[in-house]
């Protein structure tokens, strides 16, 4: 995965990681960042933002300058307000830029981020309390487009570093 730019748009890095921290961060998402890097695959993983209500535009220029978003969801992805409104941004810069987006359901089944069963649906009825209806429209219609694409899936039966190596690959 190299680097390229277009006539139209100029990719400042490869890979954007997309995540729940709290669930991945030190585990397959470290490790996920980590095989990238040692690949020579330029990717930015937010472990030095600081979190607050709103994204930040730097950030949002990140994303937007990511040639492929690879969205990490597992079990408490859901519940974050950060991850779900960055995450509905990648989904923009997907049809507009054309960026890649590659969806890993990590200890999840897709069926239950494209239908928001589950614990995705318990986490998005906990939101509808505190948001207007518009974002939870929006987020429920990006769960259910990402949750129909083509996608990894990584559930404890699998081999951690083989999954990584075939993603990467």
């Known amino acids: 995965m190299n680097s390229t ?3 139209t748009h100029q990719w400042e ?3 954007f990681l997309n995540f729940r921290g709290e669930d991945t961060r030190y585990s397959f998402t470290g490790h ?3 095989a990238f890097c040692d690949k020579n695959i330029y990717t930015f993983m937010d472990d030095k933002l600081r979190r607050g209500e709103n994204i930040s535009e730097e950030l949002l220029k990140t994303i937007k300058r990511s040639m492929i978003s690879v969205i990490v969801f597992s079990e408490n992805y859901a519940s974050s307000k950060w991850c779900l409104d960055e995450f509905v941004w990648i989904l923009e810069c997907r049809k507009n830029l054309g960026q890649l987006v590659l969806p890993v359901f990590y200890g999840i089944d897709p069926l239950e981020v494209r239908k928001q069963e589950g614990k995705f649906g318990v986490e998005l009825a906990k939101h509808e309390k505190n948001f207007k209806d518009n974002i939870r429209k929006i987020w429920r219609a990006a ?3 990402v949750g129909s694409l083509s996608g990894f899936h ?3 039966d699998c081999l951690e570093s083989k999954f ?3 993603l990467i690959e």
Do not use: F, M
């Open 143 to 145: 769960l259910k487009e």
């Open 164 to 166: 990584i190596q075939g």
């Open 32 to 34: 996920l960042y980590k």
């Open 154 to 156: 990584y559930n404890n």
């Open 5 to 7: 730019s277009s006539s």
């Open 13 to 15: 890095y490869d890979v």
